[in-house]
């Protein structure tokens, strides 16, 4: 039943006929091998062959088990072709790590705070302690930095409220956080807002912190006058009621030289022995009478305070105000003097009636009642006397 079939003699001539087959010649242009190639190669074109188990070149088709060239498939080499190992990926450095634990819009935020942060500090070293342009820059920036911030925040509400009507008016006070908690939750998406309220508070907090030269006193001063002490009032209440029942200057200058014995006009005269510093504390004290210099500026004042329920003299005090302020308190002195003194005191100044008070700090009160060490705090309100 085999007789048939050719012998192995008969398939060998077959094969070694190249007119028996149809043949792909090789193409002309042959690649140059590379110097390290110890793999097989083609014996027709001399290619490099990725396998040595299928010997078909798959540049000119010498198939070397068949003795003849063959058809190959020019998507046969793409598809079969193992893939070349990638080029090594280069590492990351510690900054493209740092930058990618972050989505975009986060170091957006970031940098436009750390700029508002680098204005202020920048602020603070080019203007000069205590000057009026480091007092307006912050204020500037306190008022800009607030009102940004507050834009911002009613304009996020206003989004929230439309998207979500579980959201009501009061939530714009009571819950701030919550707000603003779902504008980070759809972030990127109006970016621009929570970008610009981060940056208001920041200039906020950086005019305060960091600026610094806020006029505290004056922000806080709503024009109303404190007012003076009831046992200073009282004490020059009674005063008032002992001229009154004294008839003519005659009884008034026998009474300031009856007292003027006991009344010490400069109670650091005393003491020559110096003890360690107290702390310092502070008293209510009318103004009985004032100097001036040469050129008719205020200098010094000369106080009386309440001491176990009697008006005595405490010392004197140089008033620590502005220009405008010192004249202002002249002018309002030299419209209340007197001929004598309230109390008496062995002094020379030009007196007023007790209308007007002040508050110092002193160091010490000695037993007669007298403050050493006064320094000025502030102007009170006036005293109505009869």
């Not at 210099?293 to 008006?311: F, I, K, P, Y």
């Not at 100044?349 to 010490?364: D, N, S």
Request: charged content about 25%; hydrophobic content about 40%; glycine content about 6%.
């Amino acid at each position: 039943m085999y007789d048939d079939q050719p012998s192995d003699d008969e398939l060998s001539e077959n094969y070694d006929t190249p007119s028996s087959v149809t043949t792909l010649e090789p193409e002309t242009e042959v690649d140059t091998p590379a110097e390290d190639w110890s793999g097989p190669r083609c014996e027709k074109c001399n290619a490099q062959l990725k396998s040595d188990v299928v010997t078909i070149c798959r540049r000119c088709g010498w198939y070397p088990s068949l003795g003849t060239f063959v058809e190959v498939d020019p998507n046969w080499e793409t598809d079969t072709e193992t893939d070349e190992p990638d080029a090594e990926t280069p590492q990351k450095s510690h900054v493209q790590v740092w930058l990618e634990l972050l989505p975009r819009w986060a170091w957006v935020i970031i940098g436009s705070v750390l700029a508002v942060v680098a204005e202020s500090i920048v602020a603070r070293l080019v203007t000069p302690a205590g000057s009026g342009l480091r007092t307006a820059w912050s204020l500037s920036q306190l008022l800009a930095g607030v009102l940004i911030a507050a834009g911002c925040h009613i304009f996020n509400f206003l989004v929230c409220a439309a998207d979500d009507a579980d959201f009501g008016v009061m939530d714009l006070f009571l819950k701030p956080l919550k707000l603003w908690i779902r504008a980070a939750q759809n972030l990127p998406t109006r970016l621009w807002v929570t970008n610009s309220a981060a940056c208001g508070l920041t200039a906020a907090l950086m005019s305060v912190v960091v600026i610094g030269g806020l006029p505290y006193e004056r922000l806080w001063d709503w024009g109303f006058q404190e007012p003076v002490k009831q046992d200073l009032m009282g004490a020059v209440m009674d005063r008032a009621k002992q001229l009154d029942s004294r008839n003519g200057a005659d009884n008034l200058e026998d009474a300031i030289g009856d007292f003027a014995g006991s009344q010490d006009v400069d109670p650091g005269a005393d003491s020559a022995k110096q003890k360690p510093p107290k702390p310092r504390s502070k008293a209510d004290c009318v103004i009985l009478g004032y100097l001036v210099d040469r050129d008719g500026r205020l200098t010094t004042l000369l106080l009386g305070a309440a001491h176990r329920s009697e008006l005595i003299y405490a010392g004197r005090v140089t008033p620590q105000l502005p220009d405008d302020e010192l004249r202002s308190l002249l002018k309002s002195l030299e419209a209340v003097k007197s001929l004598v003194s309230f109390i008496p005191m062995e002094t020379k100044a030009t007196w007023v009636k007790p209308k007007y008070a002040c508050r110092v700090t002193f160091g010490e009160r000695l037993k007669n009642g007298q403050l050493r060490d006064i320094q000025w705090d502030r102007p009170l309100g006036g005293i109505a006397t009869p």
